[in-house]
């Protein structure tokens, strides 16, 4: 990803911003921490600040058996450069680093693009979803869970409000913009990433990263040439596991949120029990329901939507691109 900027030739206006950036960004960061034990505390700080970098949460209790670790943010590699902003428009704002989309000076992507004119940050959607579905539940009801979690906007969306995580996310680039997530909005005591796709069984697949938009990565190669037909694409072997056997029976479950390019019906069987508790403790399901692209993963709308109600999901409505389930 680096190395598309590296490419480009940029004009000296913009070598110098980013040079500037580069320069400022680590520095004022050094001023912060040199000058932070005169500070005094200011409201949202965290109550704990003696806690520096821990190792991740303990907050949320797995399964003994699991054949699969956290991924370890304090050991990950820091990615370079970094952009990160506060999201702002929501009621719980919170910093997402973005992902290195496109290139420099010709087509940066729109958020890059805003961060050099000083303009803040564009709301993701799905943020204001999430936000909107936790209004009325607390932290302590249950947990959220991430699934396609590219570079948090869904997770810190949650983790803003206190809401404790499982996030699941195969490609190391983005597990490193989530790892800055995590430090930037210091909630490492509630967010627990995998470095994993989540699905039907435990094993290795192939999936397909799509350089310049990781977001539209896939398992299937069809699917991830979809939408950028020219952009590069490289497999590379992920682990596959299921939600069932990450989350505890006794783990409350509130909301799950699925963005997969299309594999969202293997994530959905791989969460079969989870799916089946009964109205009133099964979760609010949110899947991204893209025909072409389930299609490309061998599944369909139709073939979601019957599992879905045979498990019990018998509300399920469209909200753009995305379906939204629960069970009345
Ligand atoms: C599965 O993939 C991981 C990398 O994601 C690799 O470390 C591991 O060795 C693979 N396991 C098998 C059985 O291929
Ligand atoms: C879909 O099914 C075909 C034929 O069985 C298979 O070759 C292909 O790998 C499958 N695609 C995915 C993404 O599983
Ligand atoms: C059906 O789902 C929608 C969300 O998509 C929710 O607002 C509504 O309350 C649900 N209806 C019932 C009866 O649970």
Redesign the pocket.
Known sequence: MANAWKREKSSPLLLSLRGLLLLLLPLSLLIVLLLRPFLPPTPHQNPNPSSTLRPQTLTIPLSPGLPLRPFECSTCPQASPVFAARVEGLRHPFLYSLADFGSLPDKPHKNIARMLKGKPFRRPDISATIQDILDGSKPADGIVVDIGANVGMAAFAAAAMGFRVVAFEPVFENLQRICDGVFLNRVWDRVMVFEAAASDRIGNITFHKVVGRLDNSAISEIGAKLVFKSNEEIPVEVRTIPLDEVILESERVLLIKIDVQGWEYHVIQGAKKLLSRKKGEAP?LIYEEDERLLRASNSSAKKIRDFLRSVGYN???Q?GTDA?????
Not at 324 to 328: A, D, G, L, P, W
């Open positions: 609010y509300n399920c409505t909200h939204h389930c629960t069970k009345m």
